[in-house]
Nanobody, 123 residues
C-alpha cells in the first residue's frame, strides 16, 4: 500500500514562493508516476503538474508553466513542487497522487492520494 503525505503549505503574500513536498512510504516508489492537483473552494479538483518515474519527464498545465517546478528524489522518497510568483487564484488545497502507468491530468486516473496541504495566497 502506498501512502502519501503532503507538507509545506501555508499563508504567503502575492508574488511569494512556497515549496510543497510529498513524501511516501512504499518499497518500490519509483514504480509510480506522481501528480500534483489542487482544489479551490467550490471548484473541481484540477491537475497542476506530473512527473515520471525517474523524473525525466515533467508536465505542467499551461497556466503554471514558468512558475511551478516539479522534481523528485526517489532515494529520499520525496516529490517536490516549487511554486513561485504565487497569485491569489493559486489558493487551494494541494494534493499529491500516484498512479502506475503514465502521467494524467485527470484526478480519476490516480489510485493513491494524500490528504492535502492548504495554500493561501493573500495580502
Amino acid at each position: 500500500q502506498l501512502q502519501l503525505v503532503e507538507s509545506g503549505g501555508g499563508l504567503v503574500q502575492p508574488g511569494g514562493s512556497l515549496r510543497l513536498s510529498c513524501t511516501y512510504s512504499a518499497f518500490n516508489f519509483n514504480y509510480y508516476y506522481i501528480g500534483w492537483f489542487r482544489q479551490a473552494p467550490g471548484k473541481e479538483r484540477e491537475g497542476v503538474s506530473c512527473i515520471s518515474r525517474r523524473g525525466e519527464t515533467t508536465n505542467y498545465v499551461d497556466s503554471e508553466k514558468g512558475r511551478f517546478t516539479i522534481s523528485r528524489d526517489n532515494a529520499k522518497k520525496t516529490v517536490s513542487l516549487q511554486m513561485n510568483s504565487l497569485k491569489p487564484e493559486d489558493t487551494a488545497v494541494y494534493y499529491c497522487a500516484a498512479r502506475v502507468s503514465s502521467c494524467s491530468g485527470s484526478p480519476t486516473a490516480y489510485d493513491y492520494w494524500g490528504r492535502g496541504t492548504q495554500v493561501t495566497v493573500s495580502s
